[in-house]
């Protein structure tokens, strides 16, 4: 055991969302506005009371620094903003947590937005609203040089070259990833907010239509509109909170120095990203009060299905290479598999907020409120996309 | 209450290739491959090849390099057949084979179309050789050929 003096001395004592919609004709801030006062009247909080401020980089101009003022929140004594999509999400909650729970605030706002679908676009800007892979310019200055004049034009063909190399490496089969959407899909049914709720089948999933070879349809996570926010509050505070704290009990990242358009993935050195995780997964569990059994669900950042099984075998739930085995017999499925996964729908079936609807989520099965609950739900862990440099937390049940 | 609608926006997608931005980390990568010619940075502290051009080595930390001309011949590490295109310069060319080569040299990867491979005949651990693609007055693409072999 490695217990780190802040762990258990900050809480998540507010949730907050918008509808999840394909396309909702709203403002990311506007989204972000709703949701952000949903959570804070969620933990029993007025505005002016929130002095801290945490989200990713990747949004759209003056959408970090000018939050506060254009919400009229309190005074900030404290304000960080991490990078990255779907890699950001865990670690702007937690980067958020560690300000609380380092006494620099007292009730701290995470939060994201995105206008992600096709007709959300709000300008020209790779940020500003659709997908950023379609807004690409006619010179690329950054990594994507490497890769999108050669046909690797979005996540989802980088995806698929990691996830045929898994597959080929540790006989994952299309299966193993149908088993994946499968979970996801049951529990987006049974979830009134969830964007995708028809019940689907393996045969679905393994007959739908081919992106990228071998990644189809169904493999793959939706675009939406939406925003979700929470308040991160002192413990003194999360006691007497109108809900049940969700405790920020664990948290590390992982990356290595050769990250860099995926270059981790491929290279068999010291910096191979199973390295990566591996260190991510023992990191994470080398801190926590909880062994792998005593988790009640996970909530993965599933742009891919494969992706949710890799982030099973980096996080150490099964041994490298056994992820895909590890999907069979409905293992993934709350309440009674081994492992309940993405309990809401994740990014496949309830929205895309580029993860951070899944800290809501966790937030719900703590409190005993999901709509796909585990029994006497104790501990979650969060983590975030591999495809960046990577962290995880465990929240708790006071 | 919040406000819904909202201003016409106005977006069509480039429909050309997107290029390289050569930079001053990596404009002579692409200046050789102009020459048709396959260069890497070979460290001169540890002799290790990297790419993606960068300004030191992380085996060793050197920061001294040259310009290696490599052999160009590699083998399929792993693939993807596209089928969706993403971008409208691709509509015409799905199902499209791209591949992460693994240069024979070593531990160097390199993303690049599979231009003669038939998509059904893709297979980890195929040999291929390097070909150039001119696109662009200044750019040319190192893409790959199945070897003869
Ligand atoms: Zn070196």
Known sequence: ?398 | MTQTGKPETRFSPYAGLPLPQPSWDNYKFWEYCKAHELRLQKCSGCGELRYYPRPACPECHSMEFEWTKVSGKGTVYSYTIAHHPVLPFFADKVPLPVGVIKLDEGEVYMVGRLMDVDPGDVKIGMPVQVMFEDVAEDITLPQWRRADD
């Open chain 1, 1 to 398: 055991m490695t217990k780190l003096w802040w762990q258990d001395r900050a809480a998540i004592t507010g949730i907050g969302q918008t509808e999840y919609s394909r396309g909702l004709d709203r403002s990311e801030w506007d989204m972000a506005a709703e949701a952000i006062f949903k959570a804070i009247d969620d933990a029993g909080l007025k505005p002016e009371e929130i002095d801290g401020l945490s989200t990713y980089n990747l949004q759209h101009e003056g959408f970090n620094n000018y939050m506060h003022q254009l919400l009229g929140l309190g005074n900030m004594s404290y304000y960080v903003s991490q990078p990255h999509g779907g890699g950001g999400y865990a670690s702007t909650l937690a980067h958020g947590a560690l300000g609380v729970a380092s006494g620099h605030c007292n009730h701290l706002v995470a939060f994201r937005a995105r206008a992600r679908g096709r007709k959300s676009i709000f300008g020209p800007g790779m940020n500003e609203g659709g997908r950023p892979w379609e807004k690409v310019e006619p010179r690329l200055p950054t990594g994507w040089q490497y890769h999108v004049p050669f046909g690797l034009q979005s996540p989802v063909q980088e995806a698929a070259t990691i996830t045929r190399r898994y597959m080929h490496d540790y006989g994952w089969t299309e299966d193993h990833l149908g088993n994946v959407a499968v979970a996801l899909r049951t529990h987006g049914s049974r979830n009134p907010n969830a964007v995708m709720r028809a019940p689907m089948t393996l045969e679905d999933h393994n007959s739908s239509r081919m992106i990228s070879d071998p990644l189809r349809l169904l493999d793959c996570c939706i675009e939406t509109d939406g925003a979700c926010a929470v308040v991160v509050s002192t413990m003194d505070y999360a006691k007497s909170a109108p809900h049940p704290p969700a405790v920020f009990h664990a948290f590390t990242q992982s990356n290595q120095p050769a990250h860099y358009q995926l270059t981790e993935w491929w290279h068999s050195k010291r910096w191979n990203r199973e390295v990566t995780g591996a260190n991510l997964g023992k990191r994470l569990f080398a801190q926590s009060d909880f062994k792998h059994d005593d988790i009640s669900a996970l909530m993965v950042y599933d742009h891919f299905t494969s992706f949710a099984i890799l982030s099973i075998e980096d996080l150490g739930f099964c041994g490298r290479g056994e992820g895909g085995a590890f999907t069979e017999g409905g293992a993934l499925i709350a309440p009674d598999g081994r492992l309940p996964l993405n309990t809401h729908g994740g990014q496949h079936s309830e929205a895309f907020i580029h993860g951070f609807n899944n800290v809501i989520e966790a937030v719900r099965q703590i409190r005993g409120v999901s709509t796909s609950q585990v029994p006497d739900a104790r501990a979650v862990v969060v983590i975030e996309a591999l495809t960046d440099p990577c962290g995880a937390f465990i929240l708790r049940s006071n």
